[in-house]
């Protein structure tokens, strides 16, 4: 089942923070975060594994609570880099390892 | 490194023709590789995935005969598009996973194709 995102868009203006949210109705492996640009492919940005982990790179970080079955992206500071569209991929249990996207963000940064 | 290469960019066709797409991993070897398609503004979503020697899983709904794939080695798979109509113009995306990783998943740069 895919993941539920939300807000399904924002903008800011540079230097402003942001969450994005990512939850799911069935109980989670790991997280993954890929931001898409218009037109090009999604860039890897980070993965959560079950545990509680949380990590971060720059201003942009992540946490994940296995036990809601929720992920959340922090930007902060954003810059106009950061805009785009930013899917979260969910993998459950089991021998089959396939991500389901949730439907995406779209964040726009504003100077 | 974990860079994926896809050829060509963009691809033009007529109606009825039929198109390969390449998925190469150029610096890892690849324990599979997985093939997505993608509509304007929308998820991505996946086609199918392939392991290397074997045939490749279809995702429900997506037709095996039409999407022809092909994983010959560790680090290339090759989509078809057979008999291409108006209605398979989309981005298709493919990604690739590590052997020595994790759980990453790396996608190539995508390959717009337009049949006309």
């Known amino acids: 089942q895919q993941p539920v995102q939300s807000p399904q868009a924002v903008i800011l203006r540079e230097g402003e923070d942001a969450v994005i949210n990512c939850s799911s109705s069935?109980?989670?492996?790991?997280v993954h975060w890929y931001r898409q640009k218009h037109g090009e492919a999604p860039v890897f940005l980070m993965i959560l594994l079950k545990g509680g982990e949380q990590k971060g790179h720059d201003k942009i970080s992540a946490s994940f609570n296995e036990k809601k079955q929720q992920s959340s992206l922090y930007l902060t500071a954003s810059q106009l880099s950061y805009s785009g569209t930013y899917f979260c991929?969910?993998?459950?249990?089991?021998?089959?390892?396939?991500?389901?996207f949730g439907k995406g963000t779209l964040l726009t940064v504003n100077p | 490194g974990a860079v994926v290469s896809q050829h060509p960019s963009w691809v033009i066709c007529k109606s009825g023709t039929s198109v390969k797409i390449e998925c190469r991993s150029l610096?890892?070897?690849?324990?599979?590789m997985f093939w997505y398609r993608q509509f304007p503004k929308q998820s991505l979503m996946l086609m199918a995935t392939?392991?290397?020697?074997?045939?490749?899983?279809?995702e429900q709904g997506v037709e095996k005969d039409k999407f022809l794939i092909n994983h010959a080695s560790l680090t290339l798979s090759t989509l078809t598009v057979t008999s291409a109509h108006p209605e398979d113009s989309s981005f298709y995306i493919c990604?690739?996973?590590?052997?020595?990783?994790?759980?990453?998943?790396?996608f190539g740069p995508g390959t717009r194709l337009t049949v006309t």
């Open positions: 990604s690739a996973r590590d052997k020595q990783g994790m759980w990453e998943q790396y």
């Open positions: 991929g969910t993998l459950s249990g089991g021998s089959n390892y396939k991500l389901t």
């Open positions: 392939s392991n290397e020697g074997s045939k490749a899983t279809y």
């Open positions: 610096d890892f070897q690849a324990t599979t």
């Open positions: 069935k109980a989670l492996y790991s």
